[in-house]
């Protein structure tokens, strides 16, 4: 059956792609300025509403979010049925969607998709979409309504829901929740709720409770929606303190706070100054990334508990529980990326003994790494990760019969944590309550946990070059192949370096290349960092100020 066009054309004519742009799908999606995505967003929608006839009408998210990207930037992220992002083959047909340059053009991509994927227009579609709190998003969700109406016109039997301000984790949770027809959840923002909370005072049941949690929630969407987390947990089980909560004043979405800003400063946000007896935790702008931090007792210095160390606590938890549940045949894997801290990585390989994987930046990548696995701990450093628990997991912990007390217990914990845990994606909240429930089990403080290892001083750099897209990598993301020349620079450096590290990437959220350093002292880490940012400066044009120590 053809596509019925006619609605669709004259809507896209009030949302026209702007003649000086080109778009690119970058690490997670589109991101750029708010006010550049009018015509990407609207095209999103015909992704999306192909994806779902192609999934025989199974329902697909889009989440408008630019997560740790400065206020007047928005973007886009592509949710597939299960849950995980986009399948990484289709972007492709979203960057051609997005760049097509008129209505002729437009058409003609759709066309293309919908012959190379064979997909059969006459089968429903299902779209499911939310916002962050950004200031241009109610006009880009306005777009993408216009979209999926003009689509749904004639016999294309599309449907579509708002789910209104979400995080972005929130939004993965219903759309898998909708496709495995509630066995996963309620396909609504209670329901996440209440299988998190439900999963969370069952685990913290019978501890003592933590201290307070002050939570940097980084100005956005984590603010209101941690709140109701928390009040339908209770003060009893959880006690958070909202700092960095504003999410009405222009400009302070992660202006100076946020899980970005503490990761890459290694320092306190704004508002919080750091008193040795607290405990912190921070946000991102979509609340799909979470760090801890705290001041050090003795030397009064503020130390960070980033991605590696939240997966080298839950991989230490979840290895010691699989263990007592005599799930030996269970294989526990980690997941990292080339930022991980090398300490972290000898950590899990020597004292855990555990496989660790290292695949490319981006969640998409190590999720899928982390399915080899049968639970499978992936974090990047910046502090977004899960874990997954594979069919053969489920189905041993479903399966196996308790002969002691003390293994029932083990695997009723597991059993749990499988609720706990949102594996469809990286998520700050159910992050936060995986970490407080191990340290509530540990009676640890943040100084004991971060005891496990020691970081390897490490620096990250964001150097502007004029064309970013001049920079290729291979081995996850661990070497240059371009520009042709640089690599062998950089390994030169870094050869001078007692445990000295450093690799260079484009960025795909961001216009910059990002460089990074780890070695042996901080003041030898912070030399080789600024050397490699300036070689980068000035052999790919940097802009703007040469980058110093
Ligand atoms: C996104 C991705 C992450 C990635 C981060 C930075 O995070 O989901 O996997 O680590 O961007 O990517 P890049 O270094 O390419 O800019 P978020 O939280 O911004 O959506």
Request: net charge negative; hydrophobic share 35%.
């Given at each position: 059956m053809p596509l019925d066009l006619s609605a669709f054309i004259q809507a896209s004519f009030k949302h026209p792609k702007p003649a000086n742009v080109t778009y690119t799908y970058g690490t997670a999606g589109f991101r750029l300025r708010g006010e550049l995505l009018d015509s990407v967003i609207f095209r999103m929608g015909v992704l999306a509403v192909l994806r779902s006839k192609k999934m025989d009408g199974r329902t697909i998210g889009i989440m408008l979010t630019a997560s740790h990207n400065p206020e007047p930037d928005n973007g886009v992220k592509l949710v597939d049925p299960r849950g995980e992002m986009l399948d990484t083959q289709w972007e492709p047909y979203a960057t051609e969607l997005a760049n097509a340059a008129d209505e002729t053009a437009l058409t003609r991509a759709m066309q293309k998709i919908i012959e190379e994927k064979h997909i059969d227009v006459g089968k429903p579609a299902h779209v499911v979409f939310g916002r962050d709190t950004r200031p241009t998003g109610?006009?880009?969700?306005?777009?993408?309504?216009?979209?999926?109406?003009?689509?749904?016109?004639?016999?294309?039997?599309?449907?579509?829901?708002?789910?209104?301000?979400?995080?972005?984790?929130?939004?993965?949770?219903?759309?898998?929740?909708?496709?495995?027809?509630?066995?996963?959840?309620?396909?609504?923002?209670?329901?996440?709720?209440?299988?998190?909370?439900?999963?969370?005072?069952?685990?913290?049941?019978g501890h003592r409770r933590l201290?307070?949690?002050?939570?940097?929630?980084?100005?956005?969407?984590g603010a209101p929606k941690l709140r109701e987390l928390a009040r339908h947990i209770g003060e009893d089980h959880l006690l958070v303190r909202l700092v960095n909560a504003d999410t009405e004043t222009p400009g302070q979405l992660n202006h100076q706070c946020g899980a970005d800003f503490v990761k890459t400063q290694q320092n306190f946000p704004a508002h919080i100054e750091g008193h040795p007896k607290e405990r912190?935790?921070?946000?991102?702008?979509?609340?799909?990334?979470?760090?801890y931090f705290y001041?050090?007792?003795?030397?009064?210095?503020?130390?960070?508990?980033?991605?590696?160390?939240?997966?080298?606590?839950?991989?230490?938890?979840?290895?010691?529980?699989?263990?007592?549940?005599?799930?030996?045949?269970i294989t526990v894997g980690v997941v990292q990326t080339a930022y991980a801290n090398g300490s972290s990585t000898n950590y899990l390989k020597d004292v855990l003994q555990v496989p660790v994987t290292c695949a490319q930046t981006g969640v998409k990548h190590l999720h899928h790494e982390a399915e080899k696995y049968d639970i499978g701990v992936y974090f990047e450093a910046n502090g977004h990760g899960t874990v997954l628990f594979n069919h053969p997991a489920t189905q041993a912990l479903a399966?196996?019969?308790a002969r002691s007390p003390a293994?029932?217990?083990?695997?009723?914990?597991?059993?749990?944590?499988?609720?706990?845990?949102?594996?469809?994606?990286g998520d700050a909240f159910s992050d936060i309550l995986l970490v407080e429930v191990i340290l509530t089990h540990r009676q640890w403080s943040l100084s004991q946990w971060d005891h496990a290892y020691t970081d390897l001083p490490n620096r990250l750099v964001k150097v502007v070059v004029g064309d970013r897209a001049a920079f290729r990598t291979t081995n996850a993301d661990t070497q240059l192949v371009e520009p042709a020349g640089l690599?062998?620079?950089?390994?030169?450096?870094?050869?001078?370096?007692?445990?000295?590290?450093?690799?260079?990437?484009?960025?795909?959220?961001?216009?910059v290349v990002r460089v990074y350093a780890e070695a042996g002292n901080r003041h030898e880490?912070?030399?080789?960092?600024?050397?490699?940012?300036?070689?980068?400066?000035?052999?790919?044009?940097?802009?703007?100020?040469?980058?110093?120590?």
């Open positions: 109610p006009a880009l969700i306005q777009a993408l309504t216009e979209c999926l109406e003009a689509l749904g016109g004639g016999t294309t039997k599309v449907t579509f829901q708002d789910y209104g301000i979400l995080t972005t984790p929130q939004l993965h949770y219903i759309v898998r929740c909708i496709n495995t027809q509630g066995a996963y959840g309620q396909p609504t923002v209670e329901g996440y709720y209440e299988k998190l909370g439900a999963a969370y005072k069952k685990l913290v049941q201290s307070p949690l002050v939570v940097d929630c980084a100005n956005g969407v912190y935790a921070a946000l991102d702008g979509d609340a799909d990334r979470l760090v001041m050090d007792e003795k030397d009064r210095t503020f130390k960070l508990l980033d991605g590696d160390k939240i997966s080298g606590l839950a991989a230490m938890f979840i290895k010691d529980l699989t263990r007592n549940a005599g799930l030996e045949n399966e196996t019969r293994q029932a217990e083990a695997l009723d914990q597991l059993k749990a944590l499988s609720e706990l845990i949102n594996q469809t994606v690599q062998e620079k950089i390994n030169e450096l870094v050869a001078k370096y007692r445990a000295g590290r450093s690799f260079v990437r484009p960025s795909g959220t961001e216009d880490c912070d030399q080789l960092a600024f050397k490699v940012a300036g070689m980068v400066f000035d052999l790919a044009g940097g802009k703007g100020e040469r980058p110093t120590e």
